[in-house]
């Protein structure tokens, strides 16, 4: 695997990719909030072989650049991720999103049809169903935000999205990572910034258009999710034309880390649809 920047529209997205370039239908893997494209670390040695797989840091995340004045909404990030795909000569291309990274992938196949050949949702936001209570709270006080020591704010992340994993182990190293690029005023600030982006305005919008999307969708749902429960993926495959359903019954939130094989089983049936 390699792993380098792109500049797009001038910030800089890190990626890096895995398979065979050139050859098969592209598979790109969007993570959601507050991952990063590690989040994929356990699935994408299992993929099918004859697919150049790209894995992607949103902007914000990971090794990725910090948001600055950039909006953070679903269609900006949809949007920098189309610009990613032109940067690459990326013509077209399953998608795979978690969580908001799901939602990013509903903006792109709603408003870029050609450019989406196959979707895939993995416990994703959709509808009004999000963001959480607790998301919702601080977006209600967004003063504290500002001036919260970041450690407390990275202890309270911990703590919320440690819920999202059956493996307890897997959760607490994965999420040191994830919280580590949240450190310092700077990290304080592009946390806030993720925070108050996360609106249900725009996945409201995209409802009525799901039934419009004509290419092959695969849901997957975690039976223990706690923040997004297995019925908003329940309503994603009925609104969706010809879409199916998984639901992996030993699964939270974090699926791909959780339970890669399960989850590259759907991508693989997925693929071969």
């Known amino acids: 695997m390699r792993g380098e920047f792109v500049d797009v529209g001038g910030v800089r997205l890190y990626y890096y990719a895995a398979g065979t370039r050139g050859t098969g239908e592209p598979v790109v ?16 040695p ?14 914000g995340y990971g090794r990725s650049d910090r948001p600055g004045t950039q909006r953070l909404s679903l ?8 610009a990613l795909f032109d940067a690459l000569r990326i013509a077209h291309a399953a998608v795979i999103g978690h969580g908001l990274g799901g939602g ?5 196949v709603t408003r870029f049809p050609a450019r989406v050949s196959r979707l895939g949702l993995v416990s994703t936001v959709a509808f009004g169903d999000w963001p959480t209570a607790r998301v919702r709270f601080w977006r209600r006080v967004p003063a504290l935000l500002d001036v919260i020591p970041p450690s407390w704010l990275q202890s309270m992340l911990r703590t919320t999205l440690h819920h ?8 607490a190293h994965s999420l040191e990572q994830y919280v580590r690029g949240f450190a310092g005023a ?20 995209m409802a009525p258009r799901l039934a419009s999307i004509s290419v092959p969708t695969a849901v997957v749902w975690g039976r223990g999710d706690p923040f997004y429960p297995v019925d908003v993926g329940e309503r994603l495959r009925d609104a969706i034309p010809g879409a199916t359903l998984d639901v992996v019954p030993s699964a939270r939130h974090y699926l ?7 989850l590259t089983a759907v991508i693989a049936h997925l693929l071969a649809r």
């Open 186 to 205: 700077d990290g304080r600030t592009a946390l806030a910034a993720h925070l108050r982006a996360m609106h249900v305005v725009e996945t409201a919008a």
């Open 256 to 262: 791909p880390e959780d339970t890669p094989a399960a």
């Open 75 to 82: 269609d900006a990030h949809a949007d920098r991720v189309i």
């Open 46 to 59: 299992l993929l099918p072989p004859g697919h150049r797989v790209v894995v992607l840091d949103l902007l």
């Open 104 to 108: 990013v992938a509903q903006s792109m």
């Open 164 to 171: 999202g994993y059956a493996n307890a182990e897997q959760g």
């Open 29 to 44: 893997l969007i993570h959601g909030f507050p991952t990063s494209g590690h989040l994929w670390n356990d699935v994408v």
